[in-house]
């Protein structure tokens, strides 16, 4: 069983930051991608970054030079700061990860968080 775990959404004002975390956990192998997902409501959801391993970092062109993903691959976990948020940043915020696990170990399967809250307004 593999738990991705979530934390740091909330309310911010239009130009304030927030930080999201997300841990992996579970009968791991290995982990290829994380990132960040966020969903809208009456929206898809789209990709915000990920990195894949041993990759440069990938990001949607809404929020270049304003977000930053990182990744601690020893803690199994990612992060995402988010800076100079806009009201249009407001969404459900989901973590990522292709994880490889020991039930099966031939390939990698998508995990997802329960989602955190990011809201953007005055």
């Known amino acids: 069983q593999v738990q991705l775990v979530e934390s740091g959404g909330g309310l911010v004002q239009p130009g304030g930051s927030l930080r999201l975390s997300c841990a992996a956990s579970?009968?791991?192998?290995?982990?290829?991608?994380m990132g960040w997902y966020r969903q809208a409501p009456g929206k898809e959801r789209e990709l915000v970054a990920q990195?894949?391993?041993?990759?440069?970092?990938d990001y949607a062109d809404f929020v270049k030079g304003r977000f930053t993903i990182a990744r601690d691959n020893g803690k199994k976990m990612v992060f995402l700061q988010m800076n100079v948020l806009k009201p249009e940043d407001t969404a459900v915020y989901y973590c990522?990860?292709?994880?490889?696990?020991?039930?099966?170990?031939?390939?990698?399967?998508?995990?997802w968080g329960q989602g955190t809250q990011v809201t953007v307004s005055s």
């Open positions: 990195i894949i391993s041993g990759g440069s970092p």
């Open positions: 990522n990860a292709k994880i490889k696990t020991y039930s099966t170990p031939w390939r990698y399967s998508d995990y």
């Open positions: 579970g009968s791991i192998i290995g982990i290829n991608s």
